[in-house]
Each structure stands twice: as C-alpha cells, then as structure tokens.
C-alpha cells in the first residue's frame, strides 16, 4: 500500500503536494498565505472537484489568521472568498465550501466574534473530514458494481491526490483491486495536460495495480474489441437531471460506452450535484489558455498564429450515464427525484466548537 501525500492542516498552514510536477518531483507546498492556495487551484497545483473545496475552505481560515479581529479582519476573508471564487468556474465544491465559510463568517461578523478564526477553522476541518468519509463511502458502494475478472477504463484522474480522502472513481477501482475483481486498468492519457498519464498511472502503478496507459483516441478501439467491461469517471458538477460535467473528453467515451454496451459510471460526492442548476446546459465550463494545446512540456508544437479551442470539461447527457455512486447511495435513472432526496440525506461532520 503507498503511503499517498494529499492535503493536510497542521499548525496553522496548509500542505499539499503539487500535482503539477509529477510525476517527475515530488514537491510538498506549505503555505499561510491564501493567495497561494488560490493560485496553486487557478494553475492547477491544487486540482480535482473535492480537493478545490477542501483547499479553498482552509484559504479562508488563512485569511482569517492573517488578520487581527475586527470588521479589517472580516473584509479580509471577504475579499478573499471572492479571489477564491473566481479560480475556476466549473467545479461546484469550491462555491458550496465557499458558501459555508462565508455563512460562519457573517454570522460571526454580525456578533462581533473575537474567536472568528477558530470558527472558521472548525468548518474547513468539518468539511475535509466529510470528504474523507464521503470517499470511503463512494469506494464501498462502488466497488461490488465491478465482477470478478473486470477490466476497467479511467479518464482524467479521481484519485487520493483529487481529494480530501482517498479519491471518487479511482478509489472505486482500487477497493474493486483490493478485493480481487480487478484485473486490468486502462487509463486514458486525457490530453492536454495528461492528467491521466501522469496522476492516474502514478497512483495505481504505487498500488501494484496492471496498469495500461492508452491515448485518449485509443479507447473507441479497444471497447470494440471488448476489452472494457466498465467505464468509471468523477464529477466536476452534477446537474439537478443527472447530466455530469467532467473533464473533456468524458462525453466521448459515453457515447462509445453507449454504442458498445459498456456500464458509464460516475463516482462522486453529494456535495458535487448542483440541484440549482436544471440541467448541463447551465453549467459554465472553463476554457483554459491555447498554450495547453500548442505547446507541450514547454515546447510549441504547433505553428505560429493557429488558434486553438481548448475546454477544459464537457456535459455529458444523464441518458448516458448508467448510475451515479455517490456517498449517499447508487443512483440509477431517473436521477431527478432521486438526487434531490439524496442531498438531504448526505451527513455533515460535527463541528467542534
């Protein structure tokens, strides 16, 4: 078993490993400074749904701390909730974590709280210890979905590094392993920042895991050859219809999971579903700069003066999906009714005040 690095809150500072160096450097950032942690998430330093959330929520609480009590103190995590938000668009756990640190925040503003530090800080832990129980729930639910003998196809990466736990889909596909159904992963490279190839391949090569690394449009083939028995992927956001967003090139692989009668699943947390949104058609997706795409590992590939379309996710219709397993429960269509009465049901960790 590896011992996998992930986010940590010890003494007041933040730590994290840097997932835009690996494979190659392992490089452990320690911050109090939420600028960082802003910049680490807007560069992807800091990357995965859950993770977003949790760092985010633990930036404020570095706001917090850098600043004497008061009304100064207040406007300072304000300013900061805000520089926080407009990191990345997509991912829905960034705004709820956000949301719950701004609630504490004003209710301890508006009372006058010479202790708001301690009160926000007690709401980031109680959020990373959520997303810690929720990734052990999701791999329990998820793993008896995969028989014996299975090969599975991954794309992006969902693993420890993308959480605050021990990961969505992947970890799915790890308990599957521990348990003895695994027998193969192929893992799509997923271009262009090879998430997948560089994160994905890492984790389960540590794992002892047969791993096959495969570009992104070598996975049509090799499910019509029938070497795929199940397709497992994360979420950036659910919609309130089930439609999934999640890093480009997920719809690909539903369609061709569709036409070849493979399993779609998508493993998440209930803090990923978004019910104010109705469907994916109201989801905001990022687009990042074309340099991701012109060049690769700093060297340009591509001529002068071509442009490039570079999104960094795409909505995958619910029609698609086989079932959600969140760490409420599997969910099989229709996931309208279903997602909204498994929101009220997905448990908040104590708040030690």
Same mark, same amino acid.
């Given at each position: 078993?590896?011992?996998?690095?992930?986010?940590?809150?010890?003494?007041?500072?933040?730590?994290?490993?840097?997932?835009?160096?690996?494979?190659?450097?392992?490089?452990?950032?320690?911050?109090?400074?939420?600028?960082?942690?802003?910049?680490?998430?807007?560069?992807?330093?800091?990357?995965?749904?859950?993770?977003?959330?949790?760092?985010?929520?633990?930036?404020?609480?570095?706001?917090?701390?850098?600043?004497?009590?008061?009304?100064?103190?207040?406007?300072?995590?304000?300013?900061?909730?805000?520089?926080?938000?407009?990191?990345?668009?997509?991912?829905?756990?960034?705004?709820?974590?956000?949301?719950?640190?701004?609630?504490?925040?004003?209710?301890?503003?508006?009372?006058?709280?010479?202790?708001?530090?301690?009160?926000?800080?007690?709401?980031?832990?109680?959020?990373?210890?959520?997303?810690?129980?929720?990734?052990?729930?999701?791999?329990?639910?998820?793993?008896?979905?995969?028989?014996?003998?299975?090969?599975?196809?991954?794309?992006?990466?969902?693993?420890?590094?993308?959480?605050?736990?021990?990961?969505?889909?992947?970890?799915?596909?790890?308990?599957?392993?521990?348990?003895?159904?695994?027998?193969?992963?192929?893992?799509?490279?997923?271009?262009?920042?090879?998430?997948?190839?560089?994160?994905?391949?890492?984790?389960?090569?540590?794992?002892?895991?047969?791993?096959?690394?495969?570009?992104?449009?070598?996975?049509?083939?090799?499910?019509?050859?029938?070497?795929?028995?199940?397709?497992?992927?994360?979420?950036?956001?659910?919609?309130?219809?089930?439609?999934?967003?999640?890093?480009?090139? +997920?719809?690909?692989?539903? /369609?061709?999971? *569709?036409?070849?009668? $493979?399993?779609? @699943? =998508?493993? #998440?947390?209930?803090? &990923?579903?978004?019910?104010?949104?109705?469907?994916?058609?109201?989801?905001?997706?990022?687009?990042?700069?074309?340099?991701?795409? +012109?060049?690769?590992?700093? /060297?340009?590939? *591509?001529?002068?003066? $071509?442009?490039? @379309? =570079?999104? #960094?996710?795409?909505? &995958?219709?619910?029609?698609?999906?086989?079932?959600?397993?969140?760490?409420?429960?599997?969910?099989?269509?229709?996931?309208?009714? +279903?997602?909204?009465?498994?929101?009220?049901?997905?448990?908040?960790?104590?708040?030690?005040?």
């Amino acid at each position: 078993m590896v011992n996998r690095p992930r986010l940590e809150w010890s003494d007041g500072k933040l730590r994290y490993l840097d997932q835009s160096r690996l494979p190659h450097e392992s490089v452990l950032i320690e911050t109090d400074d939420h600028r960082v942690v802003a910049r680490s998430i807007r560069t992807l330093g800091i990357r995965g749904a859950p993770a977003i959330g949790v760092a985010a929520a633990y930036a404020v609480v570095l706001a917090a701390r850098a600043c004497g009590a008061g009304p100064e103190q207040a406007r300072h995590c304000r300013d900061a909730i805000t520089h926080l938000s407009e990191t990345r668009p997509t991912a829905v756990n960034l705004f709820v974590s956000l949301e719950r640190m701004r609630e504490q925040l004003e209710a301890g503003a508006s009372a006058g709280d010479a202790d708001l530090s301690r009160r926000l800080e007690a709401i980031a832990v109680a959020i990373h210890r959520e997303d810690q129980d929720a990734c052990a729930r999701i791999a329990a639910l998820g793993a008896p979905l995969i028989p014996p003998g299975s090969s599975v196809l991954t794309h992006c990466h969902t693993g420890a590094l993308a959480t605050g736990g021990g990961g969505t889909a992947l970890n799915v596909i790890l308990e599957a392993f521990r348990r003895g159904s695994v027998r193969t992963v192929y893992v799509d490279e997923t271009r262009p920042l090879l998430q997948g190839a560089r994160l994905t391949a890492w984790e389960l090569v540590q794992e002892g895991v047969d791993t096959v690394l495969i570009t992104d449009s070598t996975a049509g083939h090799l499910l019509k050859l029938g070497r795929v028995d199940s397709v497992w992927v994360g979420a950036d956001r659910i919609a309130a219809n089930g439609d999934v967003a999640n890093k480009i090139g +997920t719809y690909t692989l539903a /369609v061709l999971a *569709a036409r070849h009668n $493979v399993p779609m @699943y =998508v493993a #998440a947390p209930v803090s &990923t579903v978004d019910l104010l949104t109705v469907s994916g058609d109201g989801i905001t997706l990022e687009e990042r700069g074309s340099d991701e795409v +012109t060049s690769f590992g700093g /060297v340009q590939v *591509a001529p002068d003066g $071509v442009r490039a @379309y =570079v999104p #960094a996710f795409d909505v &995958t219709p619910h029609t698609l999906v086989t079932a959600l397993v969140t760490d409420a429960g599997v969910v099989r269509p229709p996931f309208g009714e +279903t997602l909204r009465d498994l929101i009220g049901q997905r448990p908040r960790a104590e708040v030690n005040r």
